[in-house]
């Protein structure tokens, strides 16, 4: 279904802490099918030595790019008994995911592109981007920020970076999404308290005869506008169930 649309497929790691597939095995899946998969690893479930059997495991089946974050703790009182580990911080687990392409002499091709997660937010006057350049100095290569449905705030955010020069180091690419209500929108920003969806939008969906297409819609013309902000390289449409939305929306935006 959506093959022929995306450049790649983005396997996630247990989010919100309920069991899934692994990376790992969800990455090979993908990688039959003749896909590109960005599977993300994070560092709440693994230890050290797990991280990076996982990281032999990608790169040894052909993975070539990665999104490798923190994660969040697991909340209190989740259905889900289990602890969080955090043996190794996400700076860290950059750099050993940066060491497993190092060969003597090194190998073209068997690096993985790296990337990192990133808010987007209207940074102040003297916003200093350290951590960006820390975990560029590791190895990553491209930022994808959180899910962000307000252009006004991201062309902030966008200027910032430009004008630190943050996207010299960076391929930066906004998390989008086409929400199929209100009651989804709502639920997002009280589940996740850094997406970034503006009441105008929620009232869109809440109006509309069918907030299924409106959210469609309303996700294309974020696409549209995005593609418009100097220094963005791409997005990255988060699934809200429903894949043939995800093709539904990148046909209507009219953009590959």
Not at 19 to 34: C, D, K, P, W, Y
Request: proline letters at 6%; charged letters at 20%; one cysteine or more.
């Amino acid at each position: 279904m959506l093959g022929d649309s995306v450049d790649g497929l983005q396997v996630t790691d247990n989010p919100y802490a309920w069991v899934q597939m692994s990376a790992l095995a969800a990455a090979s899946l993908v990688l039959q099918e003749g896909l590109d998969p960005v599977p993300v690893l994070t560092c709440r479930d693994r230890n050290r030595i797990a991280l990076q059997s996982d990281l032999l495991g990608l790169r040894a089946i052909g993975v070539r790019s990665l999104l490798l974050t923190r994660g969040h703790r697991i909340p209190p009182g989740h259905p889900v008994l289990a602890n969080t580990v955090f043996d190794t911080k996400g700076k860290e687990l950059v750099a050993l995911a940066a060491r497993i392409g190092d060969t003597d002499p090194p190998t073209p091709g068997k690096e993985f592109l790296i990337g990192v997660g990133a808010r987007a937010f209207r940074p102040q006057e003297g916003w200093d981007p350290g951590w960006l350049n820390k975990r560029s100095s590791s190895g990553a290569g491209f930022l994808q920020t959180q899910l962000c449905l307000n252009t006004d705030l991201l062309r902030e955010y966008m200027a910032a970076l430009v004008e630190a020069r943050v996207t010299w180091k960076y391929s930066v690419v906004v998390t989008v999404a086409a929400l199929p209500s209100a009651d989804t929108a709502r639920w997002l920003k009280q589940t996740m308290s850094d997406v970034r969806i503006p009441k105008e939008l929620v009232d869109r969906l809440e109006q509309a005869s069918d907030p299924e297409q409106e959210g469609i819609a309303i996700c294309a013309g974020q696409m549209q506008e995005i593609a418009e902000i100097p220094g963005v390289s791409g997005v990255n449409i988060m699934t809200m169930g429903e894949p043939a939305s995800i093709r539904a929306t990148i046909k209507q935006s009219g953009l590959l």
